[in-house]
């Protein structure tokens, strides 16, 4: 183990105030994940590589009830609202609408530190980049 990083104060605080952070390697990738509301800490780096991993089966109607409620520009003025704060410097984080488009709403830390996700947001990019080319046809007229 090669000491990691100084600002680097493990373990990490939730960002709902539930406690401290679990490590948790998750096939290699290490993440955090809270165990109380099942929020998860990724550095920047780890979101992509989650994202690209494709071991998980979802159901159709799964899928399909999850896209109805994606495809969204813009950000929900209650996400604006939330108070979040980095764990590592305690800045306040943006909501970012994943892709721009995605209406997965995610937290980030504006100096880089990494990023938020609640419990269901992650299994719910990782449906829009599987499944995305259904949404648009859902919405295009018919
Ligand atoms: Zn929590
Ligand atoms: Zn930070």
Known sequence: MHEPPSDTQRPLACLHGCGALRE??????????CPS????WLD???LPALIKRRDQQWSDQLIDHVLSTLGQGGIPAE?????RHC????????????????????DTCP??????????ELGKI???????QRINHATKPA
């Not at 996400?79 to 108070?83: F, H, K, M, V, Y």
């Not at 100096?111 to 269901?120: A, E, F, P, Q, S």
Request: proline share 2%; charged share 15%.
């Open 44 to 46: 920047k780096s780890e």
């Open 79 to 83: 996400e604006l609202a939330q108070q």
């Open 111 to 120: 100096k880089g530190h990494g990023v938020w996700l609640d419990h269901n």
């Open 126 to 132: 990782r449906i829009f980049m599987a499944h995305w």
């Open 24 to 33: 948790l390697y998750y096939d290699g990738i290490m993440i955090d994940v």
């Open 87 to 106: 764990p590592l410097c305690h800045t306040h984080m943006d909501a970012v609408n994943y892709q721009g488009n995605s209406g997965v709403i995610i």
């Open 37 to 40: 509301c099942r929020g998860v």
